[in-house]
């Protein structure tokens, strides 16, 4: 599950989604390991959080394995548990606070309710649907739930849903409306009537206590994006802090607070590709210095649309192929000793202190992506430095650690993603 975790603290007044249409909004974003976040653990080191990180990024490869996801329901296939960041929504009136897991990488809103045959734990919130006044369950025919949409309800059978995750955890229940309330940092949270959301009655996996859901924001009909539709115009941005900001939040942005623009820019296509859930990029090619690899990988499909940018993923994952010429690039131009790193990561070094490397860009259509060293080496132990790329014949996925510090703006009408160079603690 993308992998991260928004904070929204839920405020007492509101302020409807129309108005909210006129200025856009943002609210809090935090990672899960911040000292804000319920999964914060003062007794872990930074190498812990970093190779906690490392193991989730590997995990979550399954969520997007072809045979793990499903069109023809209603349904969105994550990984539990490895979401980076926590989303405290309120969902009813009135509102019910819960945490949810916010992943870019899944479609459906979904929290866990009452009664339900198997719970994260008794200490994660459960959604009581009988002490709101506005939910409603949806009723559409059998052939109606496989396609979904809010205007395609009929009053025949209750439609269900089932999510299924690639570590054989599930939650399944019924579809339904209610009043979705997103805090904005404007001092008046946003109402978000009739918004279609999972009720979960049967959960079962290794869920955590302090998370009791998932708020979908991938390319899907029933994901929060597409849910919040002309309202924000299509447009949702985010600026991801480096690891070592811990303490400090930066935003999720909507609608007109979501626009990319002024100096150093850069804008790529998305491309459609199946299933809609994920956001696909172009990646031509990647320069170490001066020399450019280009990029041949066909994975996921060919030509076009060949790397999902995701903010889940920790590391970013290439074609094995591709990912041995680059990483030979990278250890050219390195003047240090080779060192044993974390499973699944090759190309690390002995470093007391930090180390030189060389400059990398990443060559996305009509995008050219420079990255800092922050964004392409992570340090792994207090003597270890390690490549944040590696290899993977599964899927190429464009991780959060090379989206960090920059102002990553989606805008799914025009169809393009933005890029722009920014200091995250300052946004």
Request: a negative charge.
């Amino acid at each position: 599950m993308a992998s991260f975790l928004f904070a929204i603290l839920v405020l007492s007044s509101s302020l409807c989604l129309i108005d909210a249409h006129n200025g856009g909004f943002s609210v809090e974003l935090i990672h899960r390991d911040s000292v804000k976040s319920p999964f914060y653990n003062p007794s872990e080191t930074a190498s812990d959080r970093i190779t906690n990180a490392l193991r989730r990024s590997f995990n979550r490869v399954n969520h997007f394995k072809p045979s793990s996801v499903s069109t023809k329901t209603v349904e969105a296939d994550i990984i539990v548990n490895s979401g980076e960041y926590l989303m405290n929504i309120s969902i009813g009136t009135p509102g019910f606070d819960i945490v949810a897991i916010a992943d870019t990488g899944s479609d459906l809103i979904w929290t866990q309710c009452k009664p339900c045959s198997q719970c994260f734990t008794q200490e994660a919130p459960l959604f009581d649907p009988s002490k709101s006044s506005t939910y409603r369950k949806l009723s559409c025919s059998a052939s109606q739930c496989g396609s979904f949409q809010q205007s395609s309800c009929s009053t025949d059978d209750t439609c269900q849903y089932s999510v299924g995750y690639g570590d054989k955890s599930f939650s399944r229940g019924n579809l339904a409306a209610d009043t979705l309330n997103l805090a904005s940092t404007t001092g008046r949270p946003v109402a978000v009537p009739k918004t279609v959301i999972g009720c979960g009655l049967d959960n079962g996996g290794t869920f955590n206590e302090k998370s009791s859901g998932i708020i979908g924001l991938g390319g899907g009909k029933v994901s929060l994006i597409s849910q919040l539709g002309t309202s924000i115009e299509g447009k949702f941005s985010y600026c991801l802090l480096p690891i070592s900001e811990t303490g400090k939040s930066t935003k999720l942005n909507f609608g007109s607070n979501a626009v990319v623009s002024g100096a150093g820019v850069v804008s790529t296509p998305l491309v459609k590709s199946t299933p809609d859930t994920f956001y696909y990029l172009t990646l031509e090619a990647i320069s170490v210095g001066t020399k450019r690899i280009d990029f041949t990988g066909s994975s996921p499909g060919s030509g076009e649309g060949n790397i999902i940018i995701d903010s889940g993923t920790t590391l970013t994952l290439l074609p094995s192929d591709f990912y041995s010429d680059l990483e030979s690039a990278v250890d050219s131009q390195i003047n240090a000793t080779r060192a044993e790193g974390p499973q699944g990561l090759s190309l690390c070094y002995e470093a007391q202190n930090d180390i030189e490397v060389p400059a990398i860009t990443v060559h996305f259509t009509n995008a050219d992506v420079e990255l800092k060293p922050l964004n392409t080496f992570v340090r792994v132990s207090d003597t270890t430095v390690c490549f944040t790329f590696t290899a993977n014949n599964d899927f190429a996925i464009y991780g959060n650690l090379a989206q960090m510090n920059f102002l990553v703006g989606y805008d799914t009408e025009k169809q393009t993603v933005s890029f722009k160079p920014t200091d995250c603690s300052k946004n």
